[in-house]
């Protein structure tokens, strides 16, 4: 990941979650240029709940304030054959960046199960949560959910 071209808003929701960024190590391999890969540590910190055909993200203060301040969220990609989610946004120059969250294989399936590559049927609440992970009452913004088959940010 080359942060040399990373604007204002990228630098304050990198500032949020750099200290689990697993793609600045040295022993990363990959060729990701707009995607920040979450170690499994960093992803085991947000909260993902399936309810009534929504899907709850709980993030903790500032990578929610991050998304929902300084940059726009523009949607939640799961891509097929893959183990993790992406929360995909455009930063303030217009540039379609992403942040790559490990889910458990079972889990992305469950969720993929009644969704069809490209649709946009399922709607994604991103919640702020606490230390405890309980999401704060009105804390919240709504993206939508796509599945892919390869990311077109990278």
Same mark, same amino acid.
């Given at each position: ?40 540590? @960093?992803? +085991?910190?947000?909260? #993902? ?6 899907? =709850? *993200?709980?993030?903790? &203060? ?51 199960? @009644?969704? +069809?590559?490209?649709? #946009? ?6 919640? =702020? *949560?606490?230390?405890? &992970? ?21």
């Amino acid at each position: 990941m080359n942060t040399d071209n990373f604007d204002e808003s990228d630098l304050i929701l990198w500032k949020s979650i750099f200290h689990e960024t697993a793609n600045i190590l040295k022993k990363f391999k990959g060729r990701l240029t707009n995607t920040i890969v979450l170690t499994p540590y @960093g992803s +085991s910190t947000i909260a #993902l709940d399936i309810k009534d055909r929504h899907i =709850l *993200i709980g993030l903790q &203060g500032d990578l929610y304030r991050a998304l929902e301040e300084n940059v726009i969220t523009k949607e939640i990609v799961f891509v097929h054959g893959s183990t993790g989610l992406y929360i995909v946004y455009n930063n303030r120059s217009g540039t379609t960046r992403s942040i790559r969250i490990f889910v458990r294989k079972k889990r992305v399936k469950a969720i993929l199960k @009644g969704l +069809s590559i490209g649709s #946009l049927e399922l709607d994604c609440h991103m919640v =702020l *949560i606490n230390a405890h &992970g309980h999401p704060l009452p009105r804390q919240q913004f709504t993206v939508p959910i796509r599945a892919l088959k390869e990311r077109y940010w990278d």
